[in-house]
């Protein structure tokens, strides 16, 4: 499939498919969904989904439903979401350059809210440094409490 949005072309025959993921379902339900992570030349990460007409890809006119598909844009981060959710481990790591935790030392979960500039300069820095955003944000944070090792 192949579609402008916003002045950016997706074409799922040009694209890397990173993973995909089905409900289990067979093709011809009406329930059926399946969705495929891609990544375009450019370094745009999109969504490729397609299902029957109950499902979030499904048109309806009247009383009759039809199997359909969409591309949906995503973010980074977006994308790292759905991976994670949708996809094994080991391809998460590897696409989204996360390291292994090695002996770094033991990690705290915290909920933590940041500006959209942060997030937009977090986001930049990893593609750049292949960093995951836990360590960048480590690596800062330790930086402005004068704790750099």
Not at 2 to 19: F, H, P
Not at 25 to 50: M, Q, T, W
Not at 62 to 75: A, D, H, K, L, Q
């Given at each position: 499939?192949?579609?402008?949005?916003?002045?950016?072309?997706?074409?799922?025959?040009?694209?890397?498919?990173?993973?995909?993921?089905?409900?289990?379902?067979?093709?011809?339900?009406?329930?059926?969904?399946?969705?495929?992570?891609?990544?375009?030349?450019?370094?745009k990460?999109?969504?490729?989904?397609?299902?029957?007409?109950n499902?979030?890809?499904?048109?309806?006119?009247g009383?009759?439903?039809?199997?359909?598909?969409?591309?949906?844009?995503?973010?980074?981060?977006?994308?790292?979401?759905?991976?994670?959710?949708?996809?094994?481990?080991?391809?998460?790591?590897?696409?989204f350059?996360?390291?292994?935790?090695?002996?770094?030392?033991?990690?705290?979960?915290?909920?933590?809210?940041?500006?959209?500039?942060?997030?937009?300069?977090?986001?930049?820095?990893?593609?750049?440094?292949?960093?995951?955003?836990?360590?960048?944000?480590?690596?800062?944070?330790?930086?402005?409490?004068?704790?750099?090792?």
């Amino acid at each position: 499939m192949k579609k402008v949005l916003s002045g950016s072309v997706y074409d799922t025959e040009r694209a890397r498919m990173i993973g995909e993921w089905e409900n289990g379902l067979l093709p011809n339900d009406f329930d059926y969904v399946r969705e495929a992570l891609h990544c375009s030349k450019s370094g745009k990460y999109f969504l490729h989904g397609e299902g029957g007409a109950n499902s979030r890809y499904g048109e309806w006119n009247g009383n009759s439903g039809s199997y359909s598909e969409r591309i949906i844009p995503m973010s980074a981060s977006e994308a790292q979401i759905w991976a994670e959710k949708n996809l094994d481990g080991d391809t998460v790591q590897r696409e989204f350059k996360i390291p292994d935790d090695g002996d770094d030392g033991e990690l705290e979960a915290i909920y933590l809210r940041i500006t959209r500039e942060a997030r937009i300069l977090l986001d930049k820095e990893r593609a750049e440094t292949g960093m995951s955003i836990s360590a960048l944000a480590d690596k800062a944070i330790k930086k402005a409490l004068g704790k750099e090792e």
